[in-house]
């Protein structure tokens, strides 16, 4: 892996993985909206920023040349097909054989099999209607997206997490098939951590076509017991 792209760089988990990929002396291209371009600015002697909305094509086909990595913050942010343009976008354009890692909610699932609890449900059930009814949020388009992902024939991976919250690292995070298995028994996750599992998946070809949820185990015993 030497050149990556990261779609989505100056989110809060976007600038986790810029640090993660600088780290591992990878070149990077990152891609955000205009106005946050600045957001960068501690990176901008070591990064490419191509500024831009992250489901304009001709961005991303610039960005993600000649990238043996892409790794896509995908996110619902309005009503026009962000999430699914982005990912389309991602999957026409990168080049073949290159790793492809998007990040998404729990709430997502591949299989159909995994067991979430009422709380989750409800919140979710919450979460769309509102983010709908205010066309702030479109749910249903990041469940597009994630579908032309899964039916892709590319080498992609999506990372699926939950509660996000800030703090020193704690290593990388457990993962799992599906939510709802006992090894993830806490649904928080560090975004730095989220980040790392992002960036690792990109070397990591036991995750191609896989959507591991990821969680940190609380339980300590359990934890040594799983390794
Ligand atoms: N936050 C959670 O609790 C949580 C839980 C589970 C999974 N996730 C997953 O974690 C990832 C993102 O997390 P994050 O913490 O990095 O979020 P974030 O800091 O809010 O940023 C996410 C991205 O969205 C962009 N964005 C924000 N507002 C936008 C708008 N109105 N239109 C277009 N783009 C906009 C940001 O770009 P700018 O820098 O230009 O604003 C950034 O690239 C997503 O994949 C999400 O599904 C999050």
Redesign the pocket.
């Known amino acids: 892996m030497n050149k990556i792209c990261i779609i989505?760089?100056?989110?809060?988990?976007?600038v986790y993985m810029v640090k993660h990929a600088l780290a591992r002396d990878y070149e990077v291209v990152g891609v955000?909206?205009k106005?946050?371009v600045d957001?960068l600015d501690e990176f901008k002697d070591r990064i490419t920023i191509v500024p831009g909305?992250?489901n304009d094509r001709n961005v991303i086909k610039k960005a993600v040349e000649g990238c043996d990595g892409v790794l896509t913050?995908?996110?619902?942010?309005?009503n026009n097909q962000?999430s699914s343009g982005t990912a389309k976008a991602v999957l026409d354009f990168a080049k073949e054989g290159a790793r492809l890692v998007f990040?998404?909610?729990?709430h997502i699932s591949q299989d159909g099999k995994d067991v979430y609890s009422t709380s989750f449900k409800r919140k979710l059930r919450m979460a769309t209607w509102v983010g709908k009814f205010f066309r702030v949020v479109d749910i249903y388009d990041?469940e597009m997206a994630t579908r032309l992902i899964f039916n892709g024939k590319s080498r992609w991976t999506v990372v699926?997490?939950?509660?996000?919250e800030e703090g020193e690292s704690q290593g990388l995070p457990m993962w799992s098939a599906h939510v709802g298995d006992p090894i993830l028994d806490s649904n928080i996750t560090r975004?730095i951590d989220?980040a790392l599992f992002m960036v690792e998946a990109l070397i990591s070809d036991d995750l191609i076509h896989k959507s591991p949820a990821i969680g940190w185990m609380s339980n300590v015993l359990g934890a040594c017991l799983h390794f």
């Open positions: 989505g760089a100056s989110g809060k988990l976007g955000c909206r106005k946050s957001k909305a992250t913050v995908l996110v619902p942010w309005g962000y990040s998404c909610g729990w990041q699926r997490g939950s509660d996000l975004r989220f």
